[in-house]
């Protein structure tokens, strides 16, 4: 069966589109203070990604996951430097953070989409999934930090 990457393009997406903004933001307005790229807005345009493929692939798509978690970490590490979020040193980590945490939700969301409702109640199940996770994730990080 052939591997799809549609995830790792949708992730490329949401985080260059978030990197655009903040680099808009940081040419247009100057004196704005941007939040800092930190692992709750990692988790939280993981997330978004996970819930747009979900709607947009009806069959969940196998997974290469040694290529999906590097391809992650390459979207978090050259994204953000491009965008001069990041410097060097801090885009690395970012990109051995955000592949990490982009292979755990991966997964959990992807196990929790095989288990999710179907017919009309199904519809705002991976919305509610997604919400859960990133609330999940928040918990996490308190306790962790």
């Not at 069966?1 to 790792?8: E, R, S």
């Not at 990604?49 to 978090?76: H, M, N, S």
């Not at 979020?85 to 292979?103: D, I, M, N, P």
Request: charged share 10%; with cysteine.
């Amino acid at each position: 069966m052939q591997k799809n990457y549609t995830l790792n393009i949708l992730l490329a997406a949401v985080v260059g589109l978030a990197s655009l903004a903040a680099l808009l933001c940081r040419v247009f307005l100057p004196a704005a203070i941007l939040p800092v790229v930190s692992l709750p807005a990692v988790a939280a345009l993981v997330l978004i990604a996970l819930v747009l493929e979900c709607y947009l692939t009806k069959p969940i798509p196998q997974r290469d996951w040694g290529v999906t978690g590097l391809l992650g970490a390459l979207t978090f590490g050259l994204l953000p430097f491009g965008a001069g979020l990041t410097a060097g040193g801090e885009a690395v980590r970012l990109a051995v953070v955000g592949g990490a945490v982009f292979l755990v939700l991966t997964f959990l969301f992807t196990t929790l989409r095989e288990r999710l409702v179907s017919g009309r109640a199904g519809r705002l199940a991976p919305l509610v999934t997604g919400g859960v996770l990133f609330l999940a994730c928040q918990c996490f990080i308190g306790m962790v930090l």
